[in-house]
């Protein structure tokens, strides 16, 4: 079992940028891809980015170069940097590891103000 803890959503303006955490509660780096979804109010949950156990870095076409997924220099904490964000960029954005069958944290709200 992992609980996974995402942080640093918030209220941001359009062009702006925000970075969000994922901490796991154990170790995962080396056994698990970990992935950023989004869900909007009334869409459908969707992927955003991707690391893999091997630090391969996959992202969505929406993400334009606009986002980047990382890891800390501790490995098991992911990062995704937010920049130039649009309006559409708001959600609940969750962490995830395993695939979306696998494990996911509780999400955090990103609002992206016009």
């Known amino acids: 079992q992992v609980q996974l803890v995402e942080s640093g959503g918030g209220l941001v303006q359009y062009g702006g940028a925000l970075r969000l955490t994922c901490t796991p509660s154990?170790?995962?780096?080396?056994?698990?891809?970990i992935s950023w979804y989004r869900q909007a109010p009334g869409k459908k949950r969707e992927l955003v980015a991707t690391?893999?156990?091997?630090?391969?870095?996959n992202y969505a076409d929406f993400v334009k170069d606009r986002f980047t997924i990382s890891r800390g220099n501790a490995k098991n904490t992911v990062y995704l940097q937010m920049n130039s964000l649009e309006s559409e960029d708001t959600a609940i954005y969750y962490c995830v590891i395993g695939g979306p069958g696998g494990y996911w944290g509780q999400g955090t709200q990103v609002t992206v103000s016009s």
């Open positions: 690391i893999t156990t091997d630090d391969r870095k």
């Open positions: 154990r170790t995962v780096y080396g056994n698990y891809d």
